[in-house]
RNA sequence: GUGGGUGUAGUUCAACUGGCAGAGCACCGGAUUGUGGUUCCGGGCGUUGUGGGUUCGAUCCCCAUCACCCACCCCA
């Protein structure tokens, strides 16, 4: 029996791993120059903190958790997306007491069961940020900045910012009513998916495919008319910050995040030429989140990325990440007798933290020199009878083709060469 | 969940309308016994993704199933 990894997951395979380690210490020193600390959260919650966070309607919820019932029926679901974890973990932690600002950032796997396609996976890596504790729209601009930074500090250029405001739960509702106005005369030349839209969350329509709703959805009224003033007014401080900190953005009143807990600001880093799948990272200020899963009625902002897509765009613009190292130096022994006299310097030598490569199996001289050379090593340590007479060691430089003999003891001057790469 | 495409060696791909499964790269060994990279020579029976069916005969046709890719949906 051939075991097969599930659907929509992989393996990061060694080769790869290098890279991963790359992109995510950017990460880290960048936020933690934000003055981010990192939140680390089960890979499973109850299954109500989903429901309840990101609403029972969502699809994430309806069709697309991973749910089991433990032992003793408890309903837990595998984690879809990281911010209800971090609002539970703070509440649970009384994070609110002591200081006014929390500042949390959280990478990890998710699981969506979704139809896996370019850039989408059942498990999925996330880089997410969150900031608990303010209204200010300045908050909402950093939020932004960290993640442009980010992007743009790996090398990215085909990439865009889109800004919206989706308002505060008062004027969502008035927008809503205004969209229903609006698209109540067309409502039999909708599709049947809007039409179900347009009872439920009529502004879903907005962004549906079906040209019939795109042109209807055209002329529709947009959020941004129906914001009142309170909710106006953050929206332009943010877009003011952004200009100062010179982010470049573009408005798409289109912009629909899908889970339920969003107000005022919303946002996504689009990247252009790896798919359908194009959205980087999104996010977007959530005040009533907090308040919705048990807490106080605090307010937070945050975004979320992929990694995976993320790897995609960088490889798009042939961008270069690391890749495994290649041995310092690569033993080669002739015989049992050299074998012995070396092995335990090669142990000295790893310990002083080169990295040192031995393949005993290859018998021939010219078998070792050949792996050592596909290796990439840039020394070569050659052990054979000459060597063990005197107790020393022929290093030589693999690409030089440079050579030249080491006593053993003491071994302090082989090393010395090795780390400063002088010969 | 819906539609379309593709599965052949480690890898990239061949194999005419159904007739003996092949090549490049990579890998391993060798070219007078202590020197790699270049060159030359040698090395492949692989459950043709899996399971059925049609046929004298299936990589090829049919059905099912799995996986991947693309799109819808949704989003990271």
Redesign the pocket.
């Known amino acids: 029996m051939?075991y097969?990894i599930?659907?929509?997951?992989y393996d990061i395979l060694p080769e790869d791993s290098p890279k991963w380690h790359r992109v995510i210490a950017e990460f880290r020193k960048l936020v933690e120059a934000y003055g981010y600390a990192e939140i680390v959260t089960p890979i499973f919650e109850q299954a109500a903190l989903f429901e309840r966070s990101s609403g029972e309607s969502?699809?994430?919820v309806k069709?697309?958790m991973y749910r089991f019932t433990d032992r003793k029926g408890r309903e837990f679901a595998l984690r879809p997306?990281g911010t209800a974890p971090v609002a539970r973990s703070y509440i649970e932690n009384r994070m609110d007491i002591g200081s006014s600002y929390t500042k949390l950032y959280y990478l990890g796997p998710m699981f969506?069961y979704?139809?896996?396609?370019?850039?989408?996976?059942?498990q999925?890596y996330?880089y997410g940020v969150e900031f608990i504790g303010s209204n200010n729209p300045y908050y909402d601009a950093e939020i932004i900045a960290i993640l442009w930074n980010y992007l743009t500090g790996l090398g990215l250029k085909k990439l865009h910012l889109e800004l919206n405001s989706v308002g505060c739960s008062v004027c969502a509702k008035e927008y809503d009513k205004a969209l229903r106005d609006y698209f109540q005369p067309y409502l039999n030349q909708l599709c049947p998916?809007c039409q179900e839209r347009f009872e439920r969350k009529p502004r879903?329509i907005l962004?549906?495919?079906?040209k019939e709703c795109g042109d209807i959805a055209k002329k529709a009224p947009i959020q941004l008319d129906y914001l009142d003033e309170p909710c106006r007014e953050h929206f332009s401080e943010v877009q003011h910050y952004l200009d100062l900190m010179k982010i470049p953005f573009i408005i798409n009143p289109r912009i629909?995040?899908?889970?339920d807990y969003y107000t005022n600001t919303a946002f996504?880093v689009i990247y252009e030429g790896i798919?359908?799948?194009?959205?980087?990272?999104?996010g977007g200020r959530y005040n009533g989140l907090l308040n919705q899963i048990g807490g106080k009625n605090i307010p937070a902002v945050g975004f979320?990325?992929?990694f995976?897509?993320l790897f995609l765009s960088l490889n798009e613009e042939k961008i270069t990440l690391p890749g495994p190292p290649f041995p310092e130096v690569f033993i080669i022994t002739?015989g049992r007798e050299a074998q012995e006299l070396i092995i335990p310097y090669l142990n000295i030598i790893r310990v002083k933290g080169i990295y040192a490569e031995y393949e005993p199996d290859?018998?021939?001289?010219?078998?070792q020199?050949?792996?050592?050379?596909?290796s990439k090593a840039y020394y070569a340590l050659?052990i054979?009878?000459?060597?063990i007479k005197q107790k020393s060691a022929?290093l030589?430089n693999?690409?030089s083709?440079e050579?030249k003999l080491y006593s053993l003891e003491p071994i302090s001057d082989l090393i010395k060469t090795i780390q400063n790469k002088e010969l």
Do not use: W
């Open positions: 051939q097969s599930p659907r929509g997951t969502s699809d994430v069709k697309e997306e969506r979704d139809r896996p396609q370019a850039g989408r996976y059942r999925f996330q998916d879903r962004d549906c495919k079906v629909v995040r899908g889970l996504e798919g359908a799948q194009n959205a980087l990272a999104g979320a990325g992929g995976e897509r002739i290859r018998a021939s001289l010219k078998a020199l050949k792996a050592a050379n596909n050659l054979g009878e000459e060597e022929l030589k693999l690409e083709g050579q």
